[in-house]
Structures are given as structure tokens and as C-alpha cells.
């Protein structure tokens, strides 16, 4: 009888995988959870920062605040404005002082009010970038956002390799297909996945802008958004074939802790090393060439303008030997230790070569 | 024919198996006896080529076995195991395409096959919302589901019931009839006794008895015979160069010439009943281990 072709194999690892993962709920649940956390990270800024700040104004001082952005509430006496701030009911009123006006606040300037109120000099900047440091700042926690939860995703695989060693079907599985295509099938079932989520959430990314109004902002993203997938798909690979071997040296679900945490640390790392040093373009630079920091801190200095396409294409080529490389050390890890029972089996056990 | 010829395996120090050699005909079923850890499913494992041999080699219509000339096993490992969650017939047809079944075969196969083992109801249910005898039927349609050119079952039948046990024997015969070789593991003597055609008995990693069943109860039958007479059987003790295993009345066990007890006993009147003692299996067993 004709056996399986390697390829065949692989794929029909890779559709078991798929399957089995999105007939569970807490698959949908993670990825209904990522949506909603995208919308409101960009919305909800401007539901609750949106409003014009409320202020009393009294006599002349009316005629001053008209035609600002400013939500005015005309009042008789300056007593009257004053117990308004005191209840805080207004931000601010304005009042007549003397010729012109006085701002009473409660026990802080109000910024937003004033600023309305003055005439702003003219700003040069020297050294332009199409993007202010706010606008820098949500997109490195989406990028690193997106990254982590993908990454912590991949301990699907993990489980799937420990359920198959903790039940024994793996005896079965490794007497039918090469222990290379089981491992290439679940990395290949879970990525198809993940890419799959990221083109739903690329596609929504702009819906969510134009819901925030900050559609003049989709252009500056788009082109850092192209270079995010293939960082997040290679960084995917990469983080997959670890949560794999993760999951080869355990026998036993309970026993799966004992060796996520490295794998943990590489997913979180990225997110975390990019949320302190994004303002660090010294360190930025530094990690957006290491393969496991790159899928995050790259595509935030292209968005920033800080990096040139070469760059990002040497990063990329990095990641990419770095993920083949690791590939193949996995794949003999997994090899090794997917028979082994019992014990969590040493990494340096795995490596050896079979007894 | 797949054949063991000198297989050695070590674990560290620890050699499991030494020099292991065995036939498995076709169209036959073999029994793989031994005690625990006498080397059985390691040995199982080096045919699959799941593990490797330190020494020795299995080869399959006489060509040696590689990956590329690995015929299709039908395997049921010792630990049973299937995916917990995946429905009975997913799993059986996932597992036939993964043997390079087409998908209409393997459902096929899968439909007829749960059908056999009178699991058809179940089909739809999750592996573990079955019984464990059940569960068990499904790991024989899983080691079946592909047609298998070679059957390997290691202990094929223990936790199942007396009537699971007839309906995967009838299964199992139904296979070897076909001419696939079958070679199991069990060390429920009886089951063997009455199912294997070759018998393999390994002690400490060695092979201490191997052939027909029949070749080796004759083997090991020696000169021990049974005699009923109609009266007391006491004189058989008389006879010059026998020995007397057992006594009860007319009933006699002993080692002798047996002509010379038989006409002895004829002289003296009347033969109920005068046979070769055959050994079981069991006898065999505990002789040769």
C-alpha cells in the first residue's frame, strides 16, 4: 500500500492539529478577547478623553470662551461659578478679572482650559516624525500585545505533544510517520493559524482606527504593519518549535511548568524588554536585530522612522536562519525524547545521540 | 515472512535483549510469550523500527528493513492510546490517511471495521466517553484500519472481556486467514494455547523456545502417558523401567516404555483409555523460562 508521503504527513498532522484546536472554546475566547482588546485600546481613548472640558463662565467672560472647544455653562456671579468648581460640576469657570479674565479651578491648573484660552506660538519642528510619541506608544503595545498572545498560543503545541505522549498514541504516530513530520504538522497547523488570526486582526486594525477617528493615522501604520507579519509569523516559527520541545521532554500534563519557562521568558521578554526601552533608540536598535526582540522592537523603529528596509531585511534574514537553526535542534530534541516516559527528561539526555 | 534474525539491544549497561531470532510466518499467528521485562515489547518496538538495534536485523520478504522498505504495520502498542477528545470515527480514518489511505478507503475501512467490532453506535462519541473495553476495541481498529501487511499487537487482549475476546479473535483470524502474519504478546497462556499457531518464548531477553505449537508440545511431551484401566492401576509401578507421576484408582500417570505398560495392562484385563500426555503451555512455559 502507498504510505504517506512526507508532505502528506505533515499536512495531515497540521489539519488534526487546526481542528482540534478550533473546536475549543478557549481558542475562540482568546482570540474574541484580542479583538476586543484592540477596539479598545484604540477607541476608547477617544470615548472618554473625547468630551469638551466643562466650564462656568460669568459676565464678560462669556464672549472669550465662545468658539472655543470648550462645553460652557453661563452663570450670574462669580459665586455661583465658584460653587460649580467647588461641587465639581465644572472643571473650571471663567470669570472677569479686572479687564480681562481669571481662571478659578479647584486645586489644579487646568491645562486643557488654558490652553484653549491662550494664543499658542508657532511650533518648528527641527526634526519631524510623522508620528507623535503618544501614537508610538499604542502601537508598541499592540505590536507587543499581538506578539505575546500569540506566542502564549503556541503552548497549544506543548500540550498537544504532551497529550500525545501522556496517552501513548505517540507509539502509534511515530511507527506510521517520521517524527520530523509530526513536529513540522504541528508547527505548520498552529502557524497557518496564527497567520490566519493576524489577517483578521490586520483587517480589523483599520476598521478600529476609523472607529477612533484616527483614520489619518492608517497610513502611517500600514506600511509597519506589512512588516510586522513576517516578524510575527517567523518569531511564531521560532516560539513554536520551542513550546514543542517544551512539550516532548515532559511525560505528564502536571509536569509541563517545569520546562514553559524558557519558553515563557522568550515570548515575554520581547514584550516586556520593548515596553521599557522603546524611547531607547540605542537599545531599540540592538533589539530589533536579536531574533526573539525583533519581531517586536523592528517593526516599532520602522514605525518610528528610525529604521531603513535594509535594516528590517537583515533582521528578517536573521530571524530566518535563526528559526531554521533552531529548527533542526528541535527537531532532534523532539526526536529524542518524545519515547522517553517517566521522568522530565534532561535537555542534554535529548541531545545526545540515541543509545 | 518477517524475520528476526540476532537482535541485540542494551539500555545502558542493562541488555535487554541477546541475540533474538524468530519467524513470523504469514497467515499465521504467533505468540510472543514472557514474563514481565523479559524483553517482549522492546523487541516489538525494534520490528517497527520505532527503536533502534544495538545489533541484528529484521528484514520483510527477505529484504532488510528501512524506512524505505518498511511494510505497512498494523502496531497496538502495550500502553494503549488514542486521542481522549477526538470522535471514534475522526480518529480511526485520521489514522488510515496518515498510513497514505485515501480518504474514501479509510472511511470505508473505518465504517466496516467499527461495524466488526460491533462499535457502530459509538462512532460519534469521543474516545473517552467509551468504556475502557470499548476504548480497547477501538485500538484494534485502529492497528487494522490501514490493511496492514504485518500485524504486531502487544497484549491484544488483556482488559478485555470474555465476549470482547471472541470478537477480536474472530477479527484477528479473520486477518491471518487473509495471510497476514500476526505476531502477538500475551502471557494469558490459555488465550495462546488456543489461538497461536507459532509460539516464541522469551526469558531474559533470550528466545528459549520457538516453533509450532504442536512441534513444541511434542518436544516437550517426553514419554508421559495417561492409562484408565477398571481396576486399580497400582501394578503399573511393577512395570520394569517405569515411574509412576500420578495415582488415583484406575488412573495412572507415569514415564515408560509405553508398549510394554500397554500390553502388561491388556494382559490383565480391560483399557479404558491410553494417551500421550501433552504438555500446555503453561508447562511449557514454566519448564523453559
Same mark, same amino acid.
Given at each position: 500500500?502507498?504510505?504517506?508521503?512526507?508532505?502528506?504527513?505533515?499536512?495531515?498532522?497540521?489539519?488534526?492539529?487546526?481542528?482540534?484546536?478550533?473546536?475549543?472554546?478557549?481558542?475562540?475566547?482568546?482570540?474574541?478577547?484580542?479583538?476586543?482588546?484592540?477596539?479598545?485600546?484604540?477607541?476608547?481613548? !477617544?470615548?472618554?478623553?473625547?468630551?469638551?472640558?466643562?466650564?462656568?463662565?460669568?459676565?464678560?467672560?462669556?464672549?472669550?470662551?465662545?468658539?472655543?472647544?470648550?462645553?460652557?455653562?453661563?452663570?450670574?456671579?462669580?459665586?455661583?461659578?465658584?460653587?460649580?468648581?467647588?461641587?465639581?460640576?465644572?472643571?473650571?469657570?471663567?470669570?472677569?478679572?479686572?479687564?480681562?479674565?481669571?481662571?478659578?479651578?479647584?486645586?489644579?491648573?487646568?491645562?486643557?482650559?488654558?490652553?484653549?484660552?491662550?494664543?499658542?506660538?508657532?511650533?518648528?519642528?527641527?526634526?519631524?516624525?510623522?508620528?507623535?510619541?503618544?501614537?508610538?506608544?499604542?502601537?508598541?503595545?499592540?505590536?507587543?500585545?499581538?506578539?505575546?498572545?500569540?506566542?502564549?498560543?503556541?503552548?497549544?503545541?506543548?500540550?498537544?505533544?504532551? !497529550?500525545?505522549? #501522556? !496517552?501513548?498514541?505517540?507509539?502509534?504516530?511515530?511507527?506510521?510517520?517520521?517524527?520530523?513530520?509530526?513536529?513540522?504538522?504541528?508547527?505548520?497547523?498552529?502557524?497557518?493559524?496564527?497567520?490566519? #488570526?493576524?489577517?483578521?486582526?490586520?483587517?480589523?486594525?483599520?476598521?478600529?482606527?476609523?472607529?477612533?477617528?484616527?483614520?489619518?493615522?492608517?497610513?502611517?501604520?500600514?506600511?509597519?504593519?506589512?512588516?510586522?507579519?513576517?516578524?510575527?509569523?517567523?518569531?511564531?516559527?521560532?516560539?513554536?518549535?520551542?513550546?514543542?520541545?517544551?512539550?516532548?521532554?515532559?511525560?505528564? #500534563?502536571?509536569?509541563?511548568?517545569?520546562?514553559?519557562?524558557?519558553?515563557?521568558?522568550?515570548?515575554?521578554?520581547?514584550?516586556?524588554?520593548?515596553?521599557?526601552?522603546?524611547?531607547?533608540?540605542?537599545?531599540?536598535?540592538?533589539?530589533?536585530?536579536?531574533?526573539?526582540?525583533?519581531?517586536?522592537?523592528?517593526?516599532?523603529?520602522?514605525?518610528?522612522?528610525?529604521?531603513?528596509?535594509?535594516?528590517?531585511?537583515?533582521?528578517?534574514?536573521?530571524?530566518?536562519?535563526?528559526?531554521? !537553526?533552531?529548527?533542526?535542534?528541535?527537531?532532534?530534541?523532539?526526536?529524542?525524547?518524545?519515547?522517553?516516559?517517566?521522568?522530565?527528561?534532561?535537555?542534554?539526555?535529548?541531545?545526545?545521540?540515541?543509545? | 515472512?518477517?524475520?528476526?534474525?540476532?537482535?541485540?539491544?542494551?539500555?545502558?549497561?542493562?541488555?535487554?535483549?541477546?541475540?533474538?531470532?524468530?519467524?513470523?510466518?504469514?497467515?499465521?499467528?504467533?505468540?510472543?510469550?514472557?514474563?514481565?521485562?523479559?524483553?517482549?515489547?522492546?523487541?516489538?518496538?525494534?520490528?517497527?523500527?520505532?527503536?533502534?538495534?544495538?545489533?541484528?536485523?529484521?528484514?520483510?520478504?527477505?529484504?532488510?528493513?528501512?524506512?524505505?522498505?518498511?511494510?505497512?504495520?498494523?502496531?497496538?502498542?502495550?500502553?494503549?492510546?488514542?486521542?481522549?477528545?477526538?470522535?471514534?470515527?475522526?480518529?480511526?480514518?485520521?489514522?488510515?490517511?496518515?498510513?497514505?489511505?485515501?480518504?474514501?478507503?479509510?472511511?470505508?475501512?473505518?465504517?466496516?471495521?467499527?461495524?466488526?467490532?460491533?462499535?457502530?453506535?459509538?462512532?460519534?462519541?469521543?474516545?473517552?466517553?467509551?468504556?475502557?473495553?470499548?476504548?480497547?476495541?477501538?485500538?484494534?481498529?485502529?492497528?487494522?484500519?490501514?490493511?496492514?501487511?504485518?500485524?504486531?499487537?502487544?497484549?491484544?487482549?488483556?482488559?478485555?472481556?470474555?465476549?470482547?475476546?471472541?470478537?477480536?479473535?474472530?477479527?484477528?483470524?479473520?486477518?491471518?486467514?487473509?495471510?497476514?502474519?500476526?505476531?502477538?504478546?500475551?502471557?494469558?497462556?490459555?488465550?495462546?494455547?488456543?489461538?497461536?499457531?507459532?509460539?516464541?518464548?522469551?526469558?531474559?531477553?533470550?528466545?528459549?523456545?520457538?516453533?509450532?505449537?504442536?512441534?513444541?508440545?511434542?518436544?516437550?511431551?517426553?514419554?508421559?502417558?495417561?492409562?484408565?484401566?477398571?481396576?486399580?492401576?497400582?501394578?503399573?509401578?511393577?512395570?520394569?523401567?517405569?515411574?509412576?507421576?500420578?495415582?488415583?484408582?484406575?488412573?495412572?500417570?507415569?514415564?515408560?516404555?509405553?508398549?510394554?505398560?500397554?500390553?502388561?495392562?491388556?494382559?490383565?484385563?480391560?483399557?479404558?483409555?491410553?494417551?500421550?500426555?501433552?504438555?500446555?503451555?503453561?508447562?511449557?512455559?514454566?519448564?523453559?523460562?
Amino acid at each position: 500500500m502507498a504510505r504517506a508521503s512526507f508532505s502528506q504527513a505533515t499536512w495531515l498532522v497540521a489539519e488534526r492539529e487546526m481542528k482540534t484546536l478550533v473546536t475549543t472554546k478557549g481558542f475562540w475566547i482568546g482570540f474574541a478577547f484580542t479583538i476586543v482588546g484592540l477596539f479598545a485600546l484604540t477607541v476608547l481613548p !477617544t470615548v472618554f478623553g473625547g468630551d469638551d472640558p466643562k466650564v462656568a463662565a460669568v459676565g464678560s467672560a462669556v464672549q472669550v470662551v465662545q468658539g472655543k472647544e470648550l462645553d460652557v455653562r453661563e452663570v450670574g456671579t462669580v459665586q455661583e461659578a465658584a460653587d460649580l468648581v467647588r461641587a465639581d460640576d465644572v472643571e473650571a469657570a471663567i470669570v472677569p478679572d479686572g479687564a480681562g479674565i481669571k481662571v478659578l479651578a479647584l486645586n489644579d491648573a487646568p491645562g486643557d482650559v488654558v490652553s484653549q484660552l491662550v494664543q499658542a506660538p508657532p511650533v518648528e519642528l527641527l526634526d519631524a516624525s510623522a508620528v507623535n510619541s503618544g501614537q508610538r506608544f499604542v502601537t508598541v503595545l499592540v505590536f507587543g500585545l499581538v506578539f505575546l498572545m500569540f506566542g502564549m498560543g503556541g503552548a497549544a503545541i506543548a500540550q498537544s505533544t504532551v !497529550t500525545e505522549k #501522556q !496517552t501513548r498514541i505517540v507509539e502509534i504516530l511515530v511507527s506510521t510517520v517520521p517524527v520530523r513530520a509530526l513536529l513540522a504538522g504541528k508547527i505548520l497547523g498552529h502557524t497557518i493559524l496564527t497567520l490566519g #488570526q493576524v489577517v483578521v486582526l490586520a483587517l480589523a486594525a483599520p476598521i478600529a482606527l476609523r472607529v477612533a477617528g484616527l483614520g489619518e493615522l492608517l497610513g502611517v501604520v500600514a506600511p509597519a504593519l506589512g512588516w510586522f507579519i513576517p516578524f510575527l509569523m517567523l518569531g511564531f516559527v521560532l516560539i513554536s518549535s520551542m513550546w514543542a520541545v517544551a512539550g516532548a521532554l515532559v511525560s505528564r #500534563q502536571e509536569d509541563l511548568g517545569s520546562t514553559m519557562g524558557l519558553v515563557m521568558i522568550a515570548v515575554m521578554g520581547p514584550y516586556f524588554g520593548v515596553q521599557f526601552f522603546f524611547e531607547n533608540p540605542v537599545v531599540l536598535k540592538w533589539m530589533s536585530f536579536v531574533p526573539f526582540t525583533a519581531g517586536v522592537a523592528m517593526p516599532v523603529r520602522l514605525f518610528a522612522e528610525q529604521a531603513k528596509p535594509w535594516e528590517a531585511l537583515l533582521s528578517l534574514g536573521i530571524l530566518a536562519v535563526t528559526v531554521v !537553526t533552531i529548527l533542526l535542534v528541535a527537531s532532534r530534541l523532539y526526536t529524542n525524547s518524545l519515547l522517553q516516559t517517566g521522568a522530565r527528561v534532561k535537555l542534554s539526555k535529548a541531545w545526545a545521540p540515541a543509545e | 515472512m518477517l524475520t528476526v534474525r540476532g537482535i541485540s539491544r542494551s539500555f545502558g549497561d542493562h541488555k535487554v535483549l541477546d541475540e533474538v531470532s524468530f519467524d513470523v510466518r504469514p497467515g499465521r499467528m504467533t505468540g510472543f510469550l514472557g514474563a514481565n521485562g523479559s524483553g517482549k515489547t522492546t523487541t516489538m518496538r525494534i520490528v517497527l523500527g520505532v527503536l533502534a538495534a544495538n545489533a541484528g536485523t529484521v528484514s520483510w520478504q527477505g529484504q532488510e528493513l528501512t524506512p524505505q522498505t518498511r511494510p505497512d504495520f498494523g502496531y497496538m502498542p502495550e500502553e494503549r492510546g488514542l486521542y481522549p477528545k477526538m470522535k471514534v470515527r475522526d480518529q480511526i480514518t485520521w489514522l488510515a490517511r496518515l498510513h497514505g489511505v485515501d480518504r474514501e478507503t479509510a472511511q470505508r475501512n473505518t465504517d466496516q471495521l467499527l461495524e466488526e467490532l460491533e462499535l457502530t453506535g459509538r462512532a460519534g462519541d469521543r474516545l473517552e466517553e467509551l468504556s475502557l473495553g470499548n476504548q480497547q476495541r477501538v485500538q484494534i481498529a485502529a492497528a487494522l484500519v490501514h490493511e496492514p501487511a504485518v500485524l504486531i499487537l502487544d497484549e491484544p487482549f488483556s482488559g478485555l472481556d470474555p465476549i470482547a475476546v471472541e470478537t477480536v479473535l474472530d477479527v484477528l483470524r479473520k486477518r491471518a486467514a487473509s495471510g497476514v502474519p500476526v505476531l502477538f504478546s500475551s502471557h494469558q497462556l490459555a488465550i495462546v494455547e488456543r489461538l497461536c499457531d507459532d509460539v516464541v518464548i522469551i526469558s531474559k531477553g533470550r528466545v528459549v523456545a520457538n516453533g509450532s505449537r504442536e512441534e513444541l508440545r511434542a518436544k516437550h511431551a517426553g514419554s508421559r502417558y495417561e492409562i484408565v484401566v477398571s481396576q486399580d492401576a497400582g501394578w503399573v509401578r511393577d512395570v520394569p523401567g517405569a515411574r509412576i507421576l500420578e495415582l488415583d484408582g484406575p488412573r495412572a500417570v507415569f514415564e515408560a516404555e509405553p508398549q510394554q505398560v500397554l500390553r502388561a495392562a491388556l494382559e490383565r484385563g480391560e483399557v479404558r483409555s491410553f494417551t500421550p500426555v501433552v504438555p500446555t503451555l503453561d508447562e511449557i512455559f514454566r519448564e523453559v523460562i
